[in-house]
C-alpha cells in the first residue's frame, strides 16, 4: 500500500515515526500523524487545518509546550498560585539528582518489530493509514496525499485533547472531503 502515497504523506508518515520518537513513546498512533500532517508547510491537509487555525502548536494544548517534569505552563502557574516556589523545586531536584532529572525517561521497552519506516505503528494509526487508501479510492484519485490522511484522521477519531480542538475549531469530516475532493479533482 505504501507505493500509493505521494511524497508529502510519505514525509507524513516519517515525521510521525519522529514525533513518537521525539515524545519518548513506543508506538505512532493518530496524535503523532495529526502533528506530522500539521506541520507540512505545503500539503492539502495542512492548509484545510491551517485555515481552520489549527497549527501543530494548537493540536499540541493552544500553544501549551510540555515543561520540566512533564507540567504544563497551567499547572506550573497553579502551582505557583498556592506558593509553591516551582523554579527552586526544579533547581533542587536538577541539583540532587542531576540536569536530566526532570526529562522524561526514554523508554525501557523495546519494540518487537519495526516497520519499514522504522517503527512500531499502533492499531489505531495503522487504522488511519489504512482508511486513507479507502478515501483515496472513493475519491477515485490514484494516489494517497495529506488531504486523505487528514479524512482519515476525521474519520477514525482523534484522540483528546485533539479531538476538542478540532471540534473548537469547526472543522468537520464533510468540509473537510469537499475540499480535498475539489483540490485534487482541480489538480487532475
Do not use: N, W
Not at 2 to 12: L, Q
Not at 65 to 73: K, S
Amino acid at each position: 500500500m505504501f507505493e500509493r502515497f505521494t511524497r508529502e504523506a510519505r514525509e507524513i508518515v516519517r515525521g510521525s515515526v519522529a514525533s513518537a520518537t521525539d515524545r519518548g513513546e513506543d508506538e505512532v498512533g493518530p496524535a503523532h500523524l495529526m502533528l506530522a500532517l500539521a506541520e507540512d508547510p505545503d500539503g492539502i491537509g495542512a492548509r484545510i487545518l491551517a485555515d481552520h487555525g489549527i497549527t501543530r502548536d494548537v493540536l499540541r494544548g493552544d500553544g501549551r509546550q510540555d515543561g520540566p517534569a512533564g507540567l504544563t505552563d497551567d499547572e506550573i502557574a497553579a502551582l505557583r498560585s498556592v506558593g509553591v516556589d516551582t523554579d527552586a523545586v526544579f533547581a533542587r531536584i536538577e541539583e540532587s539528582f542531576g540536569p536530566d532529572a526532570l526529562r522524561p525517561a526514554p523508554s525501557a521497552r523495546r519494540s518487537r518489530k519495526r516497520g519499514r519506516l522504522g517503527g512500531p505503528f499502533g492499531a489505531e494509526a495503522k487504522k488511519v493509514l489504512e482508511l486513507s487508501l479507502r478515501e483515496c479510492l472513493s475519491l477515485r484519485h490514484k494516489a494517497i496525499g495529506s488531504g486523505h490522511i487528514l479524512l482519515a484522521l476525521l474519520r477514525q477519531g482523534l484522540p483528546e485533547p485533539m479531538a476538542a480542538v478540532v471540534a473548537e475549531h469547526g472543522l468537520t469530516y464533510e468540509e473537510a472531503r469537499g475540499r480535498v475532493r475539489d483540490a485534487l479533482d482541480d489538480a487532475a
